[in-house]
């Protein structure tokens, strides 16, 4: 479930043996051979703690940047959905609906191919053959023939992912035939020059977040970077319980020599996981469930294209959204009343010039100026001056 143990259980049976075959030598006779060096091994310590410290961190940013990127996508191919289903007017030389319904299904289309794309490449591609047939027909669904013969060349339509040719597909080819649908409705009239700018800007971005998506999942720490963290945990590591047996004895040999492989393989792998993040292990990020959520809101904004809507405010006098948080402040804060009344513009209206007005307070939360008032309900007092919108006091 996420769990780093399990990638590094040799590791950690290595170091267990270890440890034991430490115990056995110093039974024979006390281990001295790394006698005087205790301190020249604590500065690897603090070198490898520096080290590793630098790996993960720059790990995360990473994974933190993939996740920026992931939700970029997701937000910009909402947007461009919204915009084709609504904003598209009639056209007598195109089917407008048809071009919209086509935009959505190639905005759908093109997230799961980035799906197909970065789980079967790179150094954390999946090898499970049911994983890889189920992201290809995903694809399947969300193409026609034509379509799908373009993204997979020279192989029959039904071939499975796991015996395909093709790892994966290019997203770019969807973006250009988005392109392509946006390109015909601009010139049937039916998406003026401003929105047909702005969509453009958006397949760029899409674009844009794509390639630094790529970059994040290709681009693996430095090797030389790598290799120099592993020797080191592997010196430091495998000679500690021979260090520390003659002081610590066997059993807390053993016990910190597990710690400290826990905790430098630990963190080693947690940052290899990281730096790729759009696997399909337990702690990626789960591409496709974000999709299933894409294709729901997808269906919702096209669905909804031709809805009407509710009106609650009939004319200007009634227009009046802080009213609304009036009507609801039963069991708010009295400091929350103020500023509502404030943002509302109740304060000057409702309390002229030296008035004042009293409100029951009936929130839960602290009320009272001073603690060594008895905890009973509280009346906030509003007084209007010049100076403030207005001035609470309690009293009881």
């Known amino acids: 479930l996420g769990s780093v143990v399990p990638f590094i259980l040799p590791q950690i049976c290595m170091a267990i043996a270890v440890s034991v075959l430490a115990a056995y030598l110093n039974r024979q006779e006390p281990i001295k051979f790394f006698a005087g060096t205790q301190n020249a091994l604590n500065?690897?310590?603090?070198?490898?703690?520096?080290?590793?410290?630098?790996?993960?961190?720059?790990?995360?940013?990473?994974?933190?940047?993939?996740?920026?990127?992931?939700?970029?996508?997701?937000?910009?191919?909402?947007?461009?959905?919204?915009?084709?289903?609504?904003?598209?007017?009639?056209?007598?030389?195109?089917?407008?609906?048809?071009?919209?319904?086509?935009?959505?299904?190639?905005?759908?289309?093109?997230?799961?191919?980035?799906?197909?794309?970065?789980?079967?490449?790179?150094?954390?591609?999946?090898?499970?053959?049911?994983?890889?047939?189920?992201?290809?027909?995903?694809?399947?669904?969300?193409?026609?023939?034509?379509?799908?013969?373009?993204?997979?060349?020279?192989?029959?339509?039904g071939t499975s992912g796991s015996k395909s040719g093709h790892l994966c597909a290019n997203p770019t080819m969807v973006l250009f035939w988005i392109q392509v649908c946006i390109g015909r409705v601009h010139r049937a009239g039916a998406c003026a020059p401003p929105l047909a700018a702005a969509l453009q800007g958006h397949l760029s971005s899409l674009m844009s977040h794509f390639w630094s998506m790529d970059t994040i999942d290709k681009t693996q720490f430095p090797l030389p970077y790598s290799q120099i963290v592993k020797w080191l945990i592997l010196l430091y590591v495998f000679t500690m319980p021979f260090r520390i047996i003659g002081e610590a004895g066997e059993w807390c040999a053993g016990l910190f020599t597990l710690v400290v492989t826990i905790g430098f393989y630990g963190l080693d792998e947690v940052s290899e996981i990281l730096e790729s993040p759009f696997g399909n292990d337990a702690n990626d990020i789960n591409l496709r469930e974000k999709g299933s959520l894409l294709l729901h809101d997808l269906s919702v904004i096209y669905k909804g294209r031709n809805r009407q809507l509710d009106t609650v405010f009939s004319n200007e006098d009634e227009f009046d959204l802080g009213s609304i948080m009036l009507k609801t402040m039963h069991g708010l804060p009295v400091a929350s009343l103020r500023l509502i009344q404030a943002m509302s513009g109740q304060g000057k209206k409702n309390l002229q010039k030296g008035s004042t007005k009293c409100l029951p307070n009936t929130s839960s939360g602290p009320v009272r100026p001073h603690d060594d008032l008895p905890n009973t309900s509280a009346w906030a007092v509003h007084t209007y001056d010049e100076d403030a919108e207005s001035q609470v006091t309690f009293v009881t």
């Open 43 to 157: 500065v690897v310590g603090i070198l490898l703690s520096f080290l590793m410290v630098f790996k993960t961190q720059t790990a995360y940013q990473q994974f933190w940047q993939a996740l920026g990127h992931v939700g970029g996508i997701l937000q910009i191919s909402r947007t461009m959905a919204m915009s084709a289903v609504t904003v598209f007017t009639h056209s007598d030389t195109c089917d407008i609906d048809q071009e919209a319904r086509r935009i959505v299904r190639l905005i759908s289309l093109h997230y799961f191919v980035i799906i197909e794309h970065f789980q079967r490449t790179g150094s954390n591609a999946i090898v499970n053959t049911r994983l890889q047939d189920r992201l290809r027909e995903d694809i399947r669904q969300l193409t026609g023939p034509s379509e799908f013969s373009e993204l997979y060349p020279h192989e029959p339509a």
